[in-house]
């Protein structure tokens, strides 16, 4: 059974910078999107980014993060990750990683979800 294990959340102020890594485990994985995701308090969860495993290219990035996030993944180390750039307040939340066994266009279509990292930009 495939488990999905974030790191990399911290305490950071405006502006700065952080790299948060999703590291697959417990089974095969060859999944056909990895995603991210964040849920900040009082919020729903949303859509952040998200990447065809077998293509790093093909990439979509939520308007909020887009041009400061960039999402990728390294598939000798079933590792995933997102670097965070130029980050705000607005930015803090917890982040997920998941992963789609076929295409994902909806947060439903992920079937398995890590237990998150959090990230907290201060001003």
């Known amino acids: 059974q495939v488990q999905l294990v974030e790191s990399g959340g911290g305490l950071v102020r405006l502006g700065d910078s952080l790299r948060l890594s999703c590291v697959a485990s417990g089974g095969s994985f060859s999944p056909y999107h990895m995603g991210w995701f964040r849920r900040a308090p009082g919020k729903e969860r949303e859509f952040v980014a998200r990447?065809?495993?077998?293509?790093?290219?093909?990439?979509l990035y939520a308007d909020s993060v887009k041009g400061r996030f960039t999402i990728s993944r390294d598939r000798a180390r079933n590792t995933l990750y997102l670097q965070m750039n130029s980050l705000k307040p607005e930015d803090t939340a917890v982040y997920y990683c998941a992963s789609s066994e076929r295409l994902a266009f909806v947060q439903e279509a992920y079937d398995h979800w890590g237990q998150g990292t959090q990230v907290t930009v201060s001003s």
């Open positions: 990447i065809t495993w077998i293509d790093e290219n093909n990439t």
